[in-house]
């Protein structure tokens, strides 16, 4: 089992920036790779942005040169740094890691509102 805990969530302006972070405890060493993953109202969850066991990274489109995803392995945090937010990135966001035999695990996600 992994256990997944996210904070940092709240309200901002737009233009303004938020850290997002994600605790992890239990079988970390099962961990192949986590992310960030955000659902606005009425629409899917979609991926934000991941880190590989490599700390290879990727981003969706829509945050590229304004988000940044990094972790600390010594406090098993993943973190999400978000800059220049703006209205449409008002979300719920999800921490999520991949396990072995590509299992996911969940947190029970955080509130990001930005208002214009």
């Known amino acids: 089992q992994v256990h997944l805990v996210e904070s940092g969530g709240g309200l901002v302006q737009a233009g303004g920036s938020l850290r997002l972070s994600c605790a992890a405890s239990?079988?970390?060493?099962?961990?192949?790779?986590m992310g960030w993953y955000r659902q606005a109202p009425g629409k899917q969850r979609e991926s934000v942005a991941t880190?590989?066991?490599?700390?290879?990274?990727n981003y969706a489109d829509s945050v590229k040169g304004r988000f940044v995803i990094s972790r600390d392995d010594a406090k098993n945090t993943l973190y999400l740094q978000m800059n220049s937010l703006k209205p449409e990135d008002t979300a719920v966001y999800y921490c999520?890691?991949?396990?072995?035999?590509?299992?996911?695990?969940w947190g029970q996600g955080t509130q990001v509102t930005v208002s214009s």
């Open positions: 880190i590989q066991s490599t700390g290879s990274t």
């Open positions: 999520n890691a991949i396990a072995e035999h590509d299992y996911h695990y």
């Open positions: 239990g079988r970390i060493f099962s961990i192949n790779a």
